[in-house]
């Protein structure tokens, strides 16, 4: 779903905001390598350069840049069941290029708008109060992602990013005039592209609203393509509840009619598995809400 920027401009989302991350975010990528590793990120603190990352245990063609929109976040200290440690993550920006911070934490407030106009009208669509699902926010584990696309000499053997779900409550995606973003379509299967519209901005719903909704949404699977003469930028935030929610289907939403589809998960200890699989390649696949479906 695209939304124009005029079509919200009561919240604030500017052109300038917007002009200002993506300028920030080229002189970012175009810095040399040394400079971009002095706030790489790693298992311990995620929020920072990668340029290693595996989607479903294939590796990414795309450097990123990310951050906690809420500075610190509080998320677990691992993905085990037992273990109670929490961990304060916190961000990392780079001394060489000051406007980077400015420009991120304007964008990332401008984006904490518009995701919370859209969760009150899908809860709305629900036929519930539109206030419904805001207490899950509370100490949210909100990100933004810079992605940067290199040209790639072999488009038909790489990915930017390879097919997967989100796996949080909303995405909500600026991207440039390059294009590369595809949906699988459900009808047939088929990866459609999304094609750019200037000063728009894409929404993804994800697996938790797919969910919370006992699936009345249902998440779209996505990839990105590369391009062999073009870079390409993108930035998605990703709305997130605190750690500590636990995931299932609304209780206003069943009956014996329409049982529950899913069992119930915690959102912290979901995150912390999924993000085991950024990192390196493992031996199964990566966790997923069809593993707690009943």
């Not at 919370?116 to 100490?139: T, V």
Request: contains cysteine.
């Amino acid at each position: 779903m695209h939304a124009r920027t005029g079509d919200f401009s009561r919240l604030s989302i500017t052109a300038c905001c917007r002009e200002k991350i993506e300028l920030a975010s080229r002189k970012f990528f175009a810095l040399p390598k040394e400079e971009k590793r002095k706030v790489s990120r790693d298992e311990m603190s995620p929020y920072g350069y990668y340029d290693t990352e595996h989607t479903k245990n294939v590796r990414d063609w795309k450097e990123v840049f990310d951050f906690t929109v809420q500075n610190p976040t509080i998320i677990p200290a691992s993905h085990e069941p037992d273990d109670k440690e929490l961990i304060e993550l916190i961000n990392q920006w780079p001394e060489c290029l000051p406007d980077l911070r400015e420009a991120c934490e304007e964008h990332g407030a401008e984006m904490e708008k518009l995701a919370f106009k859209l969760l009150e009208l899908i809860a709305l669509s629900l036929g519930l109060p539109k206030d419904r699902l805001n207490c899950y926010f509370q100490n949210q584990t909100s990100r933004i992602r810079l992605n940067y696309y290199p040209p790639c000499p072999v488009p038909h053997l790489a990915l930017g990013v390879g097919r997967h779900k989100d796996a949080g409550v909303l995405t909500i995606l600026a991207q440039d005039d390059v294009g590369g973003l595809e949906v699988k379509r459900k009808i047939d299967g088929e990866w459609v592209l999304v094609k750019p519209i200037s000063d728009s901005y894409i929404i993804n719903v994800g697996d938790m609203i797919q969910v919370w909704s006992n699936e009345k949404y249902e998440s779209v699977e996505h990839r990105a393509m590369v391009n062999s003469e073009k870079e390409r930028f993108s930035i998605p935030y990703f709305f997130n509840p605190a750690h500590c929610t636990w995931v299932e289907p609304l209780k206003e939403l069943i009956n014996e009619h329409n049982p529950a589809k899913y069992k119930g998960y915690n959102w912290g200890k979901f995150f912390a598995a999924r993000n085991r699989g950024n990192f390196k390649k493992l031996d199964v696949e990566n966790i997923q809400i069809s593993h707690f479906r009943i």
